[in-house]
């Protein structure tokens, strides 16, 4: 299984919004609404964001919102603030019951 | 809420083994998640390796699935990784996580493991 493409970069002034898009194939992001999206500050562990497409953990603030087209999955952060700045990964469950990850995007607050 | 902490070797010789433990409190390894193991080589992105479930029944990845095994110890609470015949590919901060719903909850802090002679 191949990694999901992410775009290297994104990135936004502050009160913008950003999107990043993830593109798999159907036998992973087309195939299952099981995307989540994982956010990493510098030497942290990643946290997750969204989870099935489109649902928010708890304590994640409404800014963060997902949706997913066809073989595409995109994270969208709105009102971008200074603490957005970070590595952003998305996850789809896969065939073989594995999960494959994005290529990752670093998100930079101008 | 579930917390996880990694240790093993930080230092493994190209073709031995991997071997990792994630100890995990707060929650008892017997509760309803996947116990999963993801790792992310230096300045790239994220790899899911595998996952358990109390239950015994175990998940890997495709590409890794020859030389990985993952088990976990009730009595201890805890679960582990060994990664066979490792490489300097195979040089990664490795996480232990707890999943539901398609996604890992809780993370621990990461424990990195350089493959080098």
């Known amino acids: 299984q191949s990694a999901l493409t992410q775009p290297p970069s994104a990135s936004g002034s502050p009160g913008q919004s950003v999107t990043i898009s993830c593109t798999g194939t159907s036998s992973d992001v087309g195939g299952y609404n099981s995307v989540s999206w994982y956010q990493q500050h510098p030497g942290k562990a990643p946290k997750v964001m969204i989870y099935?497409?489109?649902k928010r953990p708890s304590g994640v603030p409404d800014r963060f919102s997902g949706s997913k087209s066809g073989n595409t999955a995109s994270l969208t952060v709105s009102g971008l603030q200074a603490e957005d700045e970070a590595d952003y990964h998305c996850?789809?469950?896969?065939?073989?019951?594995?999960?494959?990850f994005g290529t990752g995007t670093k998100v930079t607050v101008l | 809420q579930v917390q996880l902490q990694e240790s093993g070797p930080g230092l493994v010789k190209p073709s031995g083994t991997l071997s990792l433990t994630c100890v995990v409190s707060?929650?008892?390894?017997?509760?309803?998640?996947?116990w999963t193991w993801i790792r992310q080589s230096p300045g790239k992105g994220l790899e899911w390796i595998g996952e358990i479930h109390h239950s015994g029944r175990t998940e890997y990845n495709p590409s890794l699935k020859s030389r990985v095994t993952i088990s976990v110890d009730k009595s201890k609470n805890q679960f582990s990784l060994n990664l066979s015949s490792v490489t300097a590919a195979d040089t990664a901060v490795y996480y232990c996580t707890s999943a539901s719903y398609y996604k890992s909850d809780y993370w621990g802090q990461g424990t990195l493991v350089t493959v080098s002679s």
């Open positions: 996850s789809s469950y896969a065939a073989s019951n594995s999960y494959v």
């Open positions: 099935e497409v489109s």
């Open positions: 707060g929650d008892s390894i017997t509760s309803n998640y996947w």
